[in-house]
């Protein structure tokens, strides 16, 4: 029987349906769509996360960061104001910050010496009027030179609840409005004006593309099938009180869940590798200690307001917000964190944690959050599984790029739900990415 032969590697994405239910492998893989990506996501309409006013605390305190693949550092001036500049020497464009952190009376680019002030006004020339030797003037800059034109690209930026937000493009619509009322709510539970404190980091390089780490954190699907841990002890399971939530536009999301029983989980967990009988060695991992600030907003939907029904009535104690494109904020029990996406090409990311806690802490809550921040990171109990499935995703993605996914878990539409046996915020957020992405130029 003769049949058609398959196109393997395709020369133009295409959809299956008009819906966003099956995903095509491409949108992973294709060079072209990434780059696209990192102009009409992160250069371009959307507010990108680049850290903590906790990070920068004093007067010419900075900390470098990317937004997409662009080197910025945020900076604190002499007068507390906040600035976002670009990495990149008005002169001869040398990503001339190396340190991650620092403190500067001002930024210099070693290659020539042209040195800025925090915000990024250039300030200094060296040899601008020339260098005089035998009663005459050698080179200089031209008469017409002024620096007022030569400063670093400035970003516009958004402070909320200790949280700095920035953008490339000075057009972009207000932060409040870009989160909207229901993202805002649980974003204001959580930065709710208690004054921040750093408590470390983690950072690791996943070889997958950055969209399949938004897409694991919408993912309800595999928390308690892949994550045996949450399982067992209670803290992740199918059959928890819980709500997906996502703003009008379906970009961003919060998956809110409250904390069940632990040990059988028999309606939950239909693998044979679940581990029933698993006891911690120091059960301090479950010194969890409920907090008042937990309560939060109530309950919201997408139509920005409306209840959601049958939303679970008690404190939420995990709620992973995904902000698109580039951050994830994170509460599971007393463990916070930000988790900052950061692309590097189209088949690997930079995945950066910074947990933190609240000034007023007491020591043995500080404690409490160091110990619990072990189920994440790179080697965590939990994250160090997401990791690898990523790699192997992508691994899967680059040999087949003529194939899908499929997100079709709970339907093929997208709405909020009072349960987590869906992947509707896998769908929403693919329904704003093609909107945004087919978009006529």
Request: include cysteine; charge should be negative; glycine fraction near 10%.
């Amino acid at each position: 029987m003769h049949e058609c032969p398959v196109t393997v590697f395709p020369q133009q994405i295409r959809w299956e349906t008009e819906g966003t239910s099956r995903i095509p492998f491409q949108a992973y893989t294709d060079e072209a769509l990434y780059r696209r990506e990192l102009d009409r996501l992160f250069y371009n309409g959307h507010w990108c996360y680049v850290g903590l006013e906790a990070e920068i605390p004093n007067a010419g305190d900075f900390k470098r960061t990317v937004i997409g693949e662009r080197s910025v550092l945020l900076v604190r001036d002499k007068d507390a104001s906040i600035h976002v500049v670009e990495n990149v020497c008005a002169h001869r464009g040398m990503a001339f910050c190396r340190e991650r952190h620092g403190n500067r009376e001002s930024l210099t680019c070693p290659y020539h010496q042209w040195n800025y002030t925090l915000s990024g006004d250039l300030q200094g020339v060296p040899f601008r009027r020339g260098v005089k030797q035998d009663g005459k003037v050698n080179g200089g800059m031209p008469a017409d030179f002024n620096p007022a034109e030569h400063g670093l690209t400035k970003l516009k930026v958004a402070t909320r609840g200790g949280v700095v937000f920035a953008s490339f493009d000075h057009s972009v619509e207000p932060l409040e409005e870009f989160l909207g009322p229901t993202i805002l709510g649980y974003f204001d539970r959580l930065f709710n004006g208690r004054k921040l404190t750093i408590l470390g980091y983690n950072r690791q390089r996943i070889p997958g593309n950055w969209k399949l780490m938004q897409e694991n954190i919408k993912d309800p699907y595999h928390p308690g099938l892949l994550h045996t841990w949450f399982v067992t002890f209670g803290l992740w399971r199918a059959d928890n009180k819980s709500q997906l939530l996502m703003d009008a536009q379906h970009r961003h999301a919060a998956m809110v869940s409250t904390r069940g029983a632990a040990g059988k989980a028999a309606d939950v967990t239909q693998v044979s590798s679940f581990k029933a009988g698993m006891e911690l060695n120091d059960p301090r991992f479950l010194d969890i200690a409920q907090e008042d600030w937990w309560a939060g907003p109530a309950p919201a939907a997408s139509g920005e307001g409306a209840a959601v029904p049958n939303a679970p009535a008690s404190v939420p104690t995990a709620v992973m917000m995904t902000v698109f494109p580039s951050v994830i904020f994170q509460q599971q029990v007393n463990s916070v964190s930000t988790r900052h996406i950061q692309p590097d090409g189209k088949g690997a990311f930079d995945f950066v944690w910074t947990h933190f806690g609240f000034e007023d802490d007491s020591e043995a809550m500080t404690q409490r959050r160091l110990r619990q921040a072990n189920l994440f990171g790179p080697a965590g109990f939990v994250s160090a599984d997401d990791g690898e499935v990523i790699e192997w995703s992508q691994e899967g993605f680059e040999t087949k790029p003529a194939h899908r996914t499929l997100a079709e878990l709970g339907g093929r539409d997208v709405g909020d739900t009072d349960h987590m046996v869906t992947e509707t915020l896998i769908r929403g957020m693919y329904e704003y990415w093609r909107k945004v992405m087919e978009a006529e130029a």
